[in-house]
Protein backbone atom coordinates (compact mmCIF):
# COMPACT_ATOMS: atom_id res chain seq x y z
CA UNK A 1 0.00 0.00 0.00
CA UNK A 2 1.67 3.59 -1.32
CA UNK A 3 1.18 5.73 1.04
CA UNK A 4 2.97 8.65 -0.66
CA UNK A 5 2.45 8.56 -4.88
CA UNK A 6 4.47 10.30 -7.61
CA UNK A 7 2.02 9.42 -9.95
CA UNK A 8 4.58 11.08 -12.80
CA UNK A 9 7.78 8.96 -13.31
CA UNK A 10 9.21 11.47 -15.52
CA UNK A 11 9.13 15.24 -16.34
CA UNK A 12 10.44 17.38 -19.25
CA UNK A 13 10.71 20.96 -19.37
CA UNK A 14 12.12 23.57 -21.48
CA UNK A 15 14.84 25.84 -19.29
CA UNK A 16 13.36 29.07 -17.52
CA UNK A 17 9.81 27.81 -17.62
CA UNK A 18 8.09 26.30 -14.36
CA UNK A 19 8.40 22.70 -12.98
CA UNK A 20 5.44 21.37 -11.34
CA UNK A 21 6.13 18.14 -9.84
CA UNK A 22 3.19 16.34 -8.22
CA UNK A 23 2.46 14.31 -4.73
CA UNK A 24 -0.67 12.91 -3.51
CA UNK A 25 -0.32 10.78 0.17
CA UNK A 26 -3.39 8.74 1.73
CA UNK A 27 -2.34 8.86 5.51
CA UNK A 28 -4.15 11.50 7.06
CA UNK A 29 -1.85 11.04 9.98
CA UNK A 30 1.19 12.79 8.13
CA UNK A 31 1.30 16.27 8.88
CA UNK A 32 5.15 16.95 7.77
CA UNK A 33 5.91 16.86 4.43
CA UNK A 34 9.25 17.33 2.27
CA UNK A 35 11.05 17.23 -0.99
CA UNK A 36 14.49 15.78 -1.61
CA UNK A 37 16.02 15.58 -4.43
CA UNK A 38 18.57 13.15 -6.25
CA UNK A 39 21.87 13.34 -8.79
CA UNK A 40 23.00 10.26 -10.03
CA UNK A 41 25.63 8.04 -7.68
CA UNK A 42 24.60 10.70 -4.92
CA UNK A 43 22.38 10.10 -1.92
CA UNK A 44 19.41 12.23 -1.67
CA UNK A 45 19.72 16.40 -0.42
CA UNK A 46 16.97 17.65 1.27
CA UNK A 47 15.22 20.47 -1.09
CA UNK A 48 12.55 21.76 0.92
CA UNK A 49 9.38 21.04 3.91
CA UNK A 50 6.02 22.18 4.41
CA UNK A 51 4.39 21.70 7.61
CA UNK A 52 0.21 21.29 8.07
CA UNK A 53 -0.44 24.01 9.14
CA UNK A 54 0.75 25.67 6.34
CA UNK A 55 -0.52 25.61 2.60
CA UNK A 56 2.27 27.27 0.93
CA UNK A 57 6.48 27.31 1.65
CA UNK A 58 9.09 29.29 -0.54
CA UNK A 59 12.69 28.68 -0.64
CA UNK A 60 14.02 31.29 -3.45
CA UNK A 61 13.01 29.10 -6.94
CA UNK A 62 11.29 26.44 -4.93
CA UNK A 63 8.04 26.47 -3.72
CA UNK A 64 6.09 23.83 -2.20
CA UNK A 65 1.92 23.99 -1.78
CA UNK A 66 -0.25 22.01 0.41
CA UNK A 67 -3.50 20.94 -0.35
CA UNK A 68 -5.00 19.05 3.21
CA UNK A 69 -8.37 17.98 1.78
CA UNK A 70 -7.04 17.03 -1.29
CA UNK A 71 -4.28 15.27 0.65
CA UNK A 72 -1.95 16.58 -2.43
CA UNK A 73 1.27 18.84 -2.03
CA UNK A 74 2.98 19.56 -5.47
CA UNK A 75 6.58 21.71 -5.78
CA UNK A 76 7.12 23.93 -7.97
CA UNK A 77 10.63 25.41 -9.80
CA UNK A 78 10.48 28.72 -11.28
CA UNK A 79 12.62 29.43 -13.41
CA UNK A 80 13.86 25.73 -14.47
CA UNK A 81 17.50 25.28 -14.57
CA UNK A 82 19.53 22.66 -16.30
CA UNK A 83 21.21 21.51 -12.67
CA UNK A 84 17.58 21.00 -12.14
CA UNK A 85 17.77 17.37 -13.94
CA UNK A 86 17.48 14.83 -11.24
CA UNK A 87 15.11 12.58 -9.15
CA UNK A 88 12.50 14.15 -7.25
CA UNK A 89 11.25 12.21 -3.85
CA UNK A 90 8.72 13.61 -2.14
CA UNK A 91 8.08 11.99 1.46
CA UNK A 92 5.96 12.51 4.64
CA UNK A 93 6.26 11.63 8.01
CA UNK A 94 3.64 12.28 10.90
CA UNK A 95 5.44 14.12 14.23
CA UNK A 96 5.25 12.91 17.85
CA UNK A 97 3.61 9.74 16.22
CA UNK A 98 6.23 7.52 13.98
CA UNK A 99 9.29 9.04 12.91
CA UNK A 100 9.08 6.68 10.22
CA UNK A 101 10.10 9.17 6.53
CA UNK A 102 7.30 7.83 3.87
CA UNK A 103 9.21 8.48 0.30
CA UNK A 104 7.12 8.17 -3.15
CA UNK A 105 8.83 6.31 -6.17
CA UNK A 106 10.16 9.72 -7.26
CA UNK A 107 9.74 12.34 -10.29
CA UNK A 108 12.87 11.98 -13.00
CA UNK A 109 12.94 15.84 -14.03
CA UNK A 110 14.51 16.62 -17.21
CA UNK A 111 15.19 20.30 -18.17
CA UNK A 112 15.37 20.62 -21.58
CA UNK A 113 18.04 23.62 -23.04
CA UNK B 1 31.78 19.70 8.99
CA UNK B 2 32.14 15.68 7.86
CA UNK B 3 29.57 14.23 5.71
CA UNK B 4 27.87 10.87 5.67
CA UNK B 5 30.13 7.99 4.32
CA UNK B 6 29.11 4.48 3.86
CA UNK B 7 30.91 1.59 2.93
CA UNK B 8 31.67 -0.43 0.84
CA UNK B 9 29.92 1.28 -1.72
CA UNK B 10 29.49 -1.56 -4.27
CA UNK B 11 29.52 -5.52 -3.98
CA UNK B 12 28.25 -8.87 -4.99
CA UNK B 13 27.05 -11.54 -2.79
CA UNK B 14 25.64 -14.45 -3.56
CA UNK B 15 22.30 -16.01 -2.40
CA UNK B 16 22.38 -17.29 1.27
CA UNK B 17 25.39 -15.24 2.18
CA UNK B 18 25.76 -12.11 4.87
CA UNK B 19 26.62 -9.01 4.54
CA UNK B 20 27.32 -5.97 6.61
CA UNK B 21 27.31 -2.17 5.61
CA UNK B 22 28.90 0.52 7.27
CA UNK B 23 28.14 4.12 7.78
CA UNK B 24 29.69 7.22 9.50
CA UNK B 25 27.16 9.62 10.30
CA UNK B 26 27.69 13.43 10.14
CA UNK B 27 29.52 14.92 12.88
CA UNK B 28 26.88 15.79 15.28
CA UNK B 29 24.64 13.73 14.31
CA UNK B 30 23.15 11.08 17.05
CA UNK B 31 20.02 9.22 14.71
CA UNK B 32 21.27 7.27 11.96
CA UNK B 33 18.11 5.77 9.76
CA UNK B 34 18.90 3.02 6.96
CA UNK B 35 16.86 3.21 3.68
CA UNK B 36 16.55 0.49 0.77
CA UNK B 37 16.22 1.43 -2.40
CA UNK B 38 15.30 -0.98 -5.09
CA UNK B 39 15.67 -0.14 -8.85
CA UNK B 40 12.67 1.98 -10.15
CA UNK B 41 11.45 2.88 -6.31
CA UNK B 42 11.95 5.05 -3.26
CA UNK B 43 13.73 4.53 -0.56
CA UNK B 44 11.91 2.68 2.06
CA UNK B 45 12.82 2.86 5.58
CA UNK B 46 14.28 -0.07 7.31
CA UNK B 47 15.11 0.90 10.96
CA UNK B 48 16.38 3.93 12.54
CA UNK B 49 18.75 3.97 16.19
CA UNK B 50 19.17 6.61 18.24
CA UNK B 51 21.80 6.69 20.76
CA UNK B 52 22.98 2.75 20.38
CA UNK B 53 18.98 1.91 20.35
CA UNK B 54 16.87 0.45 17.55
CA UNK B 55 13.66 3.12 17.99
CA UNK B 56 11.63 2.15 14.75
CA UNK B 57 11.55 -0.82 12.37
CA UNK B 58 9.86 -0.71 9.17
CA UNK B 59 7.93 -3.87 6.88
CA UNK B 60 11.53 -5.70 6.88
CA UNK B 61 12.05 -9.16 8.16
CA UNK B 62 14.37 -9.95 11.51
CA UNK B 63 17.35 -10.72 9.13
CA UNK B 64 18.04 -7.23 8.22
CA UNK B 65 19.46 -6.39 11.68
CA UNK B 66 21.69 -2.70 13.01
CA UNK B 67 23.82 -1.69 15.43
CA UNK B 68 24.85 1.65 16.27
CA UNK B 69 27.89 2.24 18.12
CA UNK B 70 29.60 5.03 20.67
CA UNK B 71 30.80 7.13 18.12
CA UNK B 72 26.97 6.93 16.29
CA UNK B 73 28.24 5.40 13.09
CA UNK B 74 26.16 2.24 12.15
CA UNK B 75 26.21 -1.10 10.77
CA UNK B 76 23.29 -2.85 8.72
CA UNK B 77 23.66 -6.50 8.48
CA UNK B 78 21.63 -8.48 6.11
CA UNK B 79 21.50 -12.40 6.59
CA UNK B 80 20.55 -14.81 4.20
CA UNK B 81 20.48 -12.84 1.25
CA UNK B 82 18.34 -13.36 -1.27
CA UNK B 83 17.61 -12.06 -4.76
CA UNK B 84 15.17 -9.21 -3.96
CA UNK B 85 17.53 -7.46 -1.60
CA UNK B 86 19.46 -6.17 -4.48
CA UNK B 87 18.97 -2.50 -3.87
CA UNK B 88 20.87 0.59 -3.30
CA UNK B 89 20.99 0.57 0.61
CA UNK B 90 20.94 4.26 1.91
CA UNK B 91 22.33 5.60 5.35
CA UNK B 92 20.77 8.66 6.33
CA UNK B 93 21.30 11.14 9.76
CA UNK B 94 20.09 13.48 11.24
CA UNK B 95 20.68 15.70 14.47
CA UNK B 96 17.08 14.72 16.35
CA UNK B 97 15.93 11.88 18.33
CA UNK B 98 13.60 11.14 15.94
CA UNK B 99 12.50 14.17 12.92
CA UNK B 100 9.72 16.07 14.80
CA UNK B 101 9.92 19.60 13.40
CA UNK B 102 12.57 18.52 10.71
CA UNK B 103 12.60 15.56 8.62
CA UNK B 104 15.95 16.58 7.45
CA UNK B 105 18.06 13.57 6.63
CA UNK B 106 21.48 14.23 5.53
CA UNK B 107 22.33 10.73 3.14
CA UNK B 108 25.12 9.00 2.00
CA UNK B 109 25.78 7.91 -1.24
CA UNK B 110 24.72 4.40 -0.69
CA UNK B 111 26.12 1.23 -0.93
CA UNK B 112 25.05 -0.71 -3.99
CA UNK B 113 23.90 -4.49 -3.37
CA UNK B 114 24.01 -6.70 -6.00
CA UNK B 115 22.61 -10.78 -5.00
CA UNK B 116 23.63 -13.36 -8.14
Known amino acids: DQQVKQNSPSLSVQEGRISILNCDYT??????FLWYKKYPAEGPTFLISISSIKDKNEDGRFTVFLNKSAKHLSLHIVPSQPGDSAVYFCAAFAQNRDDKIIFGKGTRLHILP | ETGVTQSPTHLIKTRGQQVTLRCSSQSGHNTVSWYQQALGQGPQFIFQ???????GRGNFPPRFSGLQFPNYSSELNVNALELDDSALYLC???????????????FGEGSRLTVL
Open chain 2, 92 to 106: ASSGNRGLAGAGELF
Open chain 1, 27 to 32: NSMFDY
Open chain 2, 49 to 55: YYREEEN
